[in-house]
């Protein structure tokens, strides 16, 4: 069981940047995580994943606004979000798995058993 625990979330307002974190309790060379957000009323959609071995995507709508990361040694994940946007806001997600190595960064929920408890970002404009 891997325990995950978010962090960073905030106000800001539109064009504002936050950093994202997410601590994991264990770390594997099989895990793979990524962030999902989740707005009132709307399905949770991952915005940014990376694989097992290190590669990273982004959701179209982030891309270039957004940057996933992940350092092993602290068993962190990070979120950097800059040009922050009024749709932008939800609660951010961080998601893992490591049953087996998985290569192509996933967004699908299912493939995910391990969650964090969520963390706000909340984008005025």
């Known amino acids: 069981q891997v325990q995950l625990v978010e962090s960073g979330g905030g106000s800001v307002q539109a064009g504002g940047s936050l950093k994202l974190s997410c601590v994991a309790s264990?770390?594997?060379?099989?895990?793979?995580m990524a962030w999902f957000r989740q707005a009132p009323g709307k399905e949770r959609e991952g915005v940014a994943a990376?694989?097992?071995?290190?590669?990273?995507s982004t959701l179209d709508s982030v891309k270039g606004r957004f940057t996933i990361s992940k350092d092993n040694t602290k068993k962190t994940l990070y979120l950097q979000m800059n040009s922050l946007k009024p749709e932008d806001t939800a609660i951010y997600y961080c998601?893992?798995?490591?049953?087996?190595?998985?290569?192509?960064?996933?967004?699908?929920?299912?493939?995910?058993?391990?969650w964090g408890q969520g963390t706000q970002v909340t984008v005025s404009s």
């Open positions: 998601a893992a798995d490591d049953a087996v190595y998985k290569l192509g960064p996933r967004f699908q929920k299912a493939e995910y058993r391990y």
């Open positions: 990376v694989d097992s071995a290190g590669s990273t």
């Open positions: 264990q770390y594997t060379y099989r895990q793979y």
